[in-house]
């Protein structure tokens, strides 16, 4: 894990709506994430947790307050420039794997690098080794509907990796899955960030998921209340 | 990888692809089917009044060289234009209208025969008795009549003499006098007169020289005559074919647009997952406008299959009056306008999905 931090965040604050029914979502967060790490991001529901992942992810532009993800400020930036962010710099695993329902997990993978710029053609023999890591080689020609949900989040992961981003980000990875499958996922998350360096954020509600992590940030009402 | 992308999201819903698909060739087999009929009708004139044998034709005052009209000339005009330099023939010929684009053409069956080589029979026989009538296989199929047969036109009781091939002067035929008869309208008349000239070669000089003798009756040659039956110059033929176009193009618009519509909705999540992989404005946009191309595609294949069942219904129904004809060339247009059409819808649609918030779309059940 590096000192320097690919993700620096300073006094970010979110408010969605306006007048008297606006809500602070997020009032004031500070974190740095270095390079490498897997941070854990705990909270109750309304905490802001799933907001910060979503400023972070570049999926909405913050309120105020600076977000420098990869040498990039993505505050100052605009649609265009979150979409590259996505493109370029993170990826998403999400609770519903939200994996495209009419592929099949390989083109799913395939979508992601064809719209990454890395071409959609075969795979790498580096990525060819993380999907034997998640044990999905011979799943690769089934489409969603045809696998379990443990074996749909590992597709979800693989197609995160496959365009190689800076950031993975995991929004309750492990909220759809049985205590099996959740621990494959947490398990091959802490693997793939101490073999590859790949740094990963995930948000969790549960204490037992975000031990997975190298630290763990609380928050609390739009704060993070402990680091 | 995008053509597979817009492939599956095809055939994810087939039904509502197919659907879409159906939707968009209606238009499609509207145009080709009208497009087929005008042409049908033309290339039908044309064939007809080929099959004259007549290399110029005498219209009576005030009359369009294009078309039936009620004005009259006399008779005794045939006789005198006969006697003209260069003319081997002239025949008198009276139209009486039955409805429709339908007439029964009075001829004068021995003129007739010398002018254009005569009828080739099918059944029966030539016109004898004043209540004959001949008519050629089309109107024959079209009435279920056989030679020997009655048919009741302008309220009187006809017999069938017998059945001629198509593609002589008119569909149905029967002798002057008698016509004049039943129309009720004098005798001693005739609606158009045609010349067969000793040599072909002449035409131009012997409508000189009528034009100036008769200059009151619009004279042409039969090869200008052929030219002036088309749909481009039939003004009112143009304007309908016009607005059926526009027609196609404004189904084919709301059908795709409502169609896209409900595929972007249905598909908000799956835009949401494009757009949290980082897909920009133009690459959504340009999955909804690729899939409209291909349902504009589709609905422009089943449109042109459409038009043959459509074209052969007709023919089978009415293949005398509307004659119906299977034009190529307008696949190409009407496919334009049908795909035109369906990109056009599409934009709506698509610019919807390219402003979706990802989060909001990703939240989408």
Same mark, same amino acid.
């Given at each position: 894990m590096s000192s320097v931090p690919i993700i620096q965040i300073r006094d970010l604050r979110k408010v969605y709506g306006?007048?008297?029914?606006?809500?602070?979502? /997020?009032r004031g967060v500070n974190l740095d994430v270095a390079k490498g790490e897997f941070l854990s991001i705990v909270g109750p529901s309304g905490s802001g947790k799933s907001t910060l992942f979503h400023i972070v992810g570049g999926l909405t532009p913050p309120t105020s307050g600076q977000v420098i993800v990869a040498g990039e400020?993505?505050?100052?930036?605009?649609d265009a420039g979150r979409t590259e962010l996505r493109r370029k710099w993170v990826s998403f695993v999400f609770q519903k794997f939200n /994996?495209?329902?009419?592929?099949?997990a390989r083109d799913n993978i395939r979508v992601a690098l064809h719209i990454s710029g890395k071409g959609d053609g075969g795979f790498t023999a580096e990525f060819t080794k993380i999907v034997d890591l998640l044990a999905i080689a011979g799943r690769l020609d089934h489409k969603p509907a045809e696998m379990s949900g443990g074996e749909q989040q590992r597709v979800a992961i693989a197609r995160a990796l496959a365009t190689g981003p800076a950031i993975l980000l995991a929004d309750?990875?492990?909220?759809?899955?049985d205590t099996a499958n959740s621990l494959a996922v947490l398990t091959l998350l802490r693997d793939l960030n101490s073999r590859l360096g790949q740094t990963i954020l995930m948000i969790t509600h549960n204490v037992e998921a975000a031990e997975y992590g190298h630290r763990t940030v609380h928050m609390r009402d739009g704060r993070i209340v402990e680091n | 990888m995008i053509g597979r992308l817009v492939w599956e999201n095809i055939t994810h819903r087939p039904l509502r692809t197919m659907l879409s698909v159906l939707m968009i060739a209606v238009p499609v087999t509207l145009i080709l089917t009208l497009i087929g009929l005008s042409t049908g009708f033309v290339e039908d004139s044309r064939r007809r009044q080929n099959g004259v044998g007549a290399d110029i034709l005498v219209k009576p005052r005030?009359?369009?060289?294009v078309g039936f009209s009620n004005s009259t000339m006399p008779v005794s005009l045939v006789a005198k234009l006969a006697?003209?330099?260069?003319?081997?023939q002239a025949m008198g010929q009276v139209i009486a209208t039955i409805g429709g684009f339908d007439a029964i053409m009075g001829i004068d069956p021995a003129a007739f025969d010398r002018m254009s080589g005569g009828f080739v029979f099918l059944s029966g026989h030539p016109l004898s008795g004043p209540d004959d009538l001949l008519i050629d296989s089309w109107y024959a199929d079209q009435r279920h009549v056989q030679a020997g047969g009655k048919l009741n036109l302008l309220n009187h009781q006809w017999t069938v003499a017998g059945i001629v091939e198509p593609?002589?002067?008119?569909?149905i035929f029967a002798q002057i006098v008698p016509l004049e008869e039943v129309e009720g309208?004098?005798?001693?008349?005739?609606s158009q007169i045609y010349l067969k000239l000793?040599?072909?070669?002449h035409t131009n000089e012997v409508i000189g020289a009528l034009r100036k003798k008769y200059d009151e009756f619009p004279i042409v040659s039969m090869e200008e005559l052929q030219s002036l039956i088309s749909v481009d110059k039939v003004p009112l033929l143009s304007t309908f074919l016009l607005v059926v176009e526009g027609i196609g193009v404004v189904i084919g618009f709301l059908v795709v647009s409502l169609s896209m519509y409900m595929a972007v909705l249905q598909r908000t999540r799956e835009i949401g997952i494009l757009k949290s992989l980082g897909a920009t404005k133009g690459f959504i946009m340009g999955l909804i406008l690729a899939e409209a191309f291909f349902l504009g595609l589709g609905g422009t294949i089943f449109g042109i299959i459409f038009s043959y069942g459509s074209a052969g219904i007709i023919h089978r129904a009415m293949p005398a009056s509307l004659p119906v004809a299977i034009v190529y060339a307008w696949w190409p247009i009407s496919g334009a306008i049908a795909m035109g059409a369906a990109l056009l819808g599409a934009l709506y649609p698509g610019a919807i999905a390219v402003r979706m918030d990802p989060i909001e779309a990703l939240a989408y059940e």
């Amino acid at each position: 894990m590096s000192s320097v931090p690919i993700i620096q965040i300073r006094d970010l604050r979110k408010v969605y709506g306006t007048g008297k029914i606006a809500v602070e979502a /997020l009032r004031g967060v500070n974190l740095d994430v270095a390079k490498g790490e897997f941070l854990s991001i705990v909270g109750p529901s309304g905490s802001g947790k799933s907001t910060l992942f979503h400023i972070v992810g570049g999926l909405t532009p913050p309120t105020s307050g600076q977000v420098i993800v990869a040498g990039e400020d993505v505050s100052k930036v605009g649609d265009a420039g979150r979409t590259e962010l996505r493109r370029k710099w993170v990826s998403f695993v999400f609770q519903k794997f939200n /994996l495209l329902p009419n592929l099949t997990a390989r083109d799913n993978i395939r979508v992601a690098l064809h719209i990454s710029g890395k071409g959609d053609g075969g795979f790498t023999a580096e990525f060819t080794k993380i999907v034997d890591l998640l044990a999905i080689a011979g799943r690769l020609d089934h489409k969603p509907a045809e696998m379990s949900g443990g074996e749909q989040q590992r597709v979800a992961i693989a197609r995160a990796l496959a365009t190689g981003p800076a950031i993975l980000l995991a929004d309750e990875p492990t909220g759809n899955l049985d205590t099996a499958n959740s621990l494959a996922v947490l398990t091959l998350l802490r693997d793939l960030n101490s073999r590859l360096g790949q740094t990963i954020l995930m948000i969790t509600h549960n204490v037992e998921a975000a031990e997975y992590g190298h630290r763990t940030v609380h928050m609390r009402d739009g704060r993070i209340v402990e680091n | 990888m995008i053509g597979r992308l817009v492939w599956e999201n095809i055939t994810h819903r087939p039904l509502r692809t197919m659907l879409s698909v159906l939707m968009i060739a209606v238009p499609v087999t509207l145009i080709l089917t009208l497009i087929g009929l005008s042409t049908g009708f033309v290339e039908d004139s044309r064939r007809r009044q080929n099959g004259v044998g007549a290399d110029i034709l005498v219209k009576p005052r005030g009359a369009s060289i294009v078309g039936f009209s009620n004005s009259t000339m006399p008779v005794s005009l045939v006789a005198k234009l006969a006697t003209e330099p260069h003319v081997a023939q002239a025949m008198g010929q009276v139209i009486a209208t039955i409805g429709g684009f339908d007439a029964i053409m009075g001829i004068d069956p021995a003129a007739f025969d010398r002018m254009s080589g005569g009828f080739v029979f099918l059944s029966g026989h030539p016109l004898s008795g004043p209540d004959d009538l001949l008519i050629d296989s089309w109107y024959a199929d079209q009435r279920h009549v056989q030679a020997g047969g009655k048919l009741n036109l302008l309220n009187h009781q006809w017999t069938v003499a017998g059945i001629v091939e198509p593609g002589k002067l008119g569909h149905i035929f029967a002798q002057i006098v008698p016509l004049e008869e039943v129309e009720g309208g004098g005798s001693g008349y005739v609606s158009q007169i045609y010349l067969k000239l000793d040599d072909k070669a002449h035409t131009n000089e012997v409508i000189g020289a009528l034009r100036k003798k008769y200059d009151e009756f619009p004279i042409v040659s039969m090869e200008e005559l052929q030219s002036l039956i088309s749909v481009d110059k039939v003004p009112l033929l143009s304007t309908f074919l016009l607005v059926v176009e526009g027609i196609g193009v404004v189904i084919g618009f709301l059908v795709v647009s409502l169609s896209m519509y409900m595929a972007v909705l249905q598909r908000t999540r799956e835009i949401g997952i494009l757009k949290s992989l980082g897909a920009t404005k133009g690459f959504i946009m340009g999955l909804i406008l690729a899939e409209a191309f291909f349902l504009g595609l589709g609905g422009t294949i089943f449109g042109i299959i459409f038009s043959y069942g459509s074209a052969g219904i007709i023919h089978r129904a009415m293949p005398a009056s509307l004659p119906v004809a299977i034009v190529y060339a307008w696949w190409p247009i009407s496919g334009a306008i049908a795909m035109g059409a369906a990109l056009l819808g599409a934009l709506y649609p698509g610019a919807i999905a390219v402003r979706m918030d990802p989060i909001e779309a990703l939240a989408y059940e």
